[in-house]
Structures are given as C-alpha cells and as structure tokens.
C-alpha cells in the first residue's frame, strides 16, 4: 500500500512539473509566474546562440517570457504569459500592453514592418524576426 501510494505522489508531481513550469528566475531578480493565458512568438535572431536566453518584460518591468535558444539563430515558441485577474499578484501583460525582448539582457528592436510589440491574447501566434546587434 506504501509503496502505491508513494507510486501516484511520484506521478502526480511529474505531471505538475510538465502541466505548470515551476517559476523560474531570469534576467537578475525578476520571476517568471507562468499562468493559463498565453501568446506564442517565435522566429530568428541571427545573432543568438545555443543557450543564449530570450525574455519579454511589459513596459511595467514584469517578466512574462523567457526562452533559452536549442537551435543557433532561432527561438520559439516563447509563451509570453497574460495576466491572470484572478490573482492579486501582476504576472503576466495586459491586453495591448507593449512588450520588450532582449537577448542576454541586451534588448532587441523588432522589425520596422511590425513597429510596437503588444500582447494581443491568449492563444494568438505571431512570428518576429529580429536582427540582432
């Protein structure tokens, strides 16, 4: 019986860790509070490495996105989180809230075909190529 249970715990725990990413700490001091709503970017960064790191930041400093780059010169799907009203806490952006990415810390410009970046809901995908420094 002991060993079952300890068994369905065991399980329970890994399916929380895959369903919820557990928060995670990226660019200095900033959390990332991943929620249920997400917008997906992805594209290329020419410059951008294997291991190199990908975070969004609303114009209010929260962290919302963060992604490390698998493949040189690409990245995504990067879940830019939304903010979850049902908490007190602000993790994620708002409804046409501008978005800022950086590589490394280093912040990126997006195309100007594109212009501002905002977070346009849950579930939308949008594809952005940046040319890096």
Not at 20 to 40: E, H, W
Request: aromatic share 10%.
């Amino acid at each position: 019986m002991f060993q079952r249970t300890v068994g369905v715990c065991i399980v329970l725990a890994l399916f929380c860790l895959v369903a919820y990413p557990s928060v995670v700490t990226g660019n200095g001091s900033r959390v990332l509070r991943p929620t249920p709503l997400s917008m997906d970017f992805y594209g290329s960064i020419n410059v951008a490495r294997s291991g190199d790191e990908v975070t969004v930041l609303t114009d209010k400093g929260v962290l919302c996105g963060l992604f490390v780059v698998e493949t040189p010169g690409q990245y995504g799907f990067l879940h830019v989180y939304g903010d979850d009203r049902a908490t007190e806490v602000r993790e994620g952006a708002e409804l046409n809230e501008p978005l800022f990415f950086y590589l490394n810390g280093v912040l990126l410009s997006p195309p100007s075909s594109i212009g501002k970046l905002v977070w346009l809901g849950d579930g939308r995908r949008l594809r952005v190529d940046f040319l890096g420094r």
